[in-house]
């Protein structure tokens, strides 16, 4: 694409830069090269712009300067106007334009001695590093644009908050946070880093930037794969649990996949060990302790797993803004025969699913048997639904003692390279059996499936539109637990056919 000889800058585009110089220019002029922003990401940033519309009323009475982000002139005119009427409190969205830096910022609250706060709005539950430089950007075109402000605020929520019922209560569902000597501290470092972005922006070409943690941190990068597609199948990067200062020390000794770390490399612990064995060889790593911790498992095996929620507003009485809500369940039984069973659980109303949830659950686990697991999570449900409800108490936790997670059960004992540095059942499962898999499903991960239950719940989702929703829910819970029972018989099979390794 041609570059335009007059570019903007934005706060996102800012903060950008500040992570990378080459996402800078390539978010600027080469748009298409982004990864699809996933399901689960637009729903982040939907709860994002609901939290922001609500924060709002906790500075009343206020204009909204209503223009679109991409009729920047009219809201930059509009707020203009606001700023000289005494009479408006607040300012939502205002816009301002300084040496090409186009910004609008979430509130701006009036002080009686004609300066104004600088409000920040944030979904998160406390300040992070990464917000004072996007205030700060803000503190430096507010301030060139003749601005006075006194104080900088970031609000987010307060997840200590709880929810009694009705309207919220917005002085304690979020908390305002006094960020002005950090903001300002940083504003000094702000032209530097301006001029560095602007140098950037006049290029031709993407600045030669070589991969590095900057990838995904703060944020991961929108062009991750973009960047990353020349890179060799099992790049260093997917080596478990490797600080990025060893990725650094593995890059300055011209190393880029795991097969190519010399076995002796200074650093490398004993299971990133096995990992570069099991690349470098192309055989799995099959601990020698696989068979007899596979062999803890009693029939008959209950293979469960829980989908949950976790909204940032509260959505029943008595429940913080994002607490963990479990709201279905699969369960796959098998006997010691062979034969399988599925039963399942969704809840399909507004109110509160944790009691049916609970109730349902007790009724469907049969009272012998392995409870297999992957990860410690539903655990932690268990526990915190056995807090809650004392007349369920010693049913749940009789539970977890029954249960044998394998996930660490994957991370103690085998290692496949098709891992590629993940133990995720969405990684383990096609590297052991490439037949089963989730391609043909609407929901493919957790994340979407609390979103499909959101829709399948709010009252305008129409009738056949929630059949869907609900039939897609199953479907993909179901397939977890299959999947860990194909997961469970092809680790079985291994320990059994493979020699075992230290
Ligand atoms: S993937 Fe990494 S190197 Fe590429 S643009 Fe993003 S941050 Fe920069």
Same mark, same amino acid.
């Given at each position: 694409m041609p570059k335009t000889t007059d570019p903007t800058l934005s706060k996102t585009r800012f903060t950008s830069g500040l992570q990378c110089l080459k996402l800078l220019h390539l978010g600027t002029y080469s748009r298409e090269l982004a990864d699809p922003v996933p399901a689960?990401?637009?729903?982040? =940033?939907?709860?994002?712009?609901?939290?922001?519309?609500?924060?709002?009323?906790?500075?009343?009475?206020?204009?909204?300067?209503?223009?679109?982000?991409?009729?920047?002139?009219?809201?930059?005119?509009?707020?203009?106007?606001?700023?000289?009427?005494?009479?408006?409190?607040?300012?939502?969205?205002?816009?301002?334009?300084?040496?090409?830096?186009?910004?609008?910022?979430?509130?701006?609250?009036?002080?009686?001695?004609?300066?104004?706060?600088?409000?920040?709005?944030?979904?998160?539950?406390?300040?992070?590093?990464?917000?004072?430089?996007?205030?700060?950007?803000?503190?430096?075109?507010?301030?060139?644009?003749?601005?006075?402000?006194?104080?900088?605020?970031?609000?987010?929520?307060?997840?200590?908050?709880?929810y009694q019922g009705g309207d919220y209560d917005l002085d304690k569902l979020f908390r305002l946070e006094d960020i002005t000597d950090q903001a300002r501290s940083y504003l000094q470092s702000v032209p530097g880093s301006l001029a560095a972005m602007w140098e950037a922006l006049h290029l031709d070409e993407t600045p030669p930037i070589e991969i590095g943690p900057q990838c995904t941190r703060p944020y991961r990068c929108a062009f991750y794969n973009y960047c990353h597609k020349s890179l060799p199948e099992h790049h260093i990067e997917q080596l478990p649990r490797a600080k990025p200062e060893f990725i650094d020390k593995l890059r300055a000794a011209g190393i880029q996949d795991i097969g190519d770390i010399p076995p002796d490399f200074p650093g490398l612990s004993a299971n990133q060990q096995r990992v570069r064995n099991a690349v470098a060889t192309g055989r799995p790593y099959v601990g020698p302790e696989l068979a007899d911790a596979l062999s803890q498992a009693t029939y008959p095996l209950h293979f469960l797993d829980f989908e949950t =929620?976790?909204?940032?507003?509260?959505?029943?009485?008595?429940?913080?803004?994002?607490?963990?809500?479990?709201?279905?369940?699969?369960?796959?039984?098998?006997?010691?025969?062979?034969?399988?069973?599925?039963?399942?659980?969704?809840?399909?109303?507004?109110?509160?699913?944790r009691e049916a949830f609970t109730r349902s659950l007790l009724d469907a686990i049969g009272p012998q048997g392995t409870i297999l697991v992957y990860s410690s999570y539903e655990q932690t449900i268990i526990w915190q639904l056995a807090d809650l409800f004392p007349q369920y108490?010693?049913?749940?936790?009789?539970?977890?003692?029954?249960?044998?997670?394998?996930?660490?059960?994957?991370?103690?004992?085998?290692?496949?390279?098709?891992?590629?540095?993940?133990?995720?059942?969405?990684?383990?499962?096609?590297?052991?059996?490439?037949?089963?898999?989730?391609?043909?499903?609407?929901?493919?991960?957790?994340?979407?499936?609390?979103?499909?239950?959101?829709?399948?719940?709010?009252?305008?989702?129409?009738?056949?539109?929630?059949?869907?929703?609900?039939?897609?829910l199953i479907r993909y819970c179901e397939r977890d637990t299959l999947a860990m029972v194909h997961v469970l018989a092809a680790l079985q099979s291994m320990s059994q056919t493979t020699t075992p390794q230290s």
């Open positions: 689960s990401q637009q729903a982040l =940033f939907d709860s994002g712009t609901h939290v922001g519309v609500l924060a709002r009323q906790r500075f009343p009475d206020g204009l909204l300067i209503d223009a679109p982000y991409n009729a920047h002139s009219r809201a930059v005119t509009s707020t203009s106007k606001a700023l000289s009427d005494a009479f408006i409190p607040a300012i939502y969205e205002a816009g301002f334009d300084f040496e090409n830096i186009r910004i609008r910022v979430d509130i701006l609250s009036r002080n009686s001695d004609h300066t104004f706060n600088l409000i920040e709005v944030k979904s998160s539950t406390s300040v992070k590093p990464e917000h004072i430089p996007d205030a700060a950007i803000q503190l430096h075109v507010l301030e060139g644009s003749g601005v006075p402000i006194g104080k900088t605020f970031l609000m987010h929520i307060d997840n200590t908050y709880v =929620f976790n909204a940032a507003l509260p959505a029943y009485v008595g429940t913080r803004p994002y607490q963990v809500i479990p709201f279905q369940w699969s369960l796959h039984v098998q006997d010691s025969s062979g034969a399988l069973s599925n039963i399942s659980f969704l809840h399909d109303g507004s109110d509160d699913p108490q010693e049913r749940l936790s009789a539970l977890p003692g029954r249960f044998l997670d394998l996930l660490a059960l994957v991370r103690a004992h085998f290692y496949h390279p098709n891992f590629h540095g993940s133990y995720s059942i969405k990684a383990v499962l096609p590297a052991l059996d490439p037949d089963l898999t989730y391609s043909d499903l609407d929901i493919q991960d957790g994340s979407l499936a609390s979103i499909y239950f959101a829709k399948m719940i709010a009252p305008d989702t129409q009738a056949h539109e929630r059949e869907r929703l609900r039939n897609a």
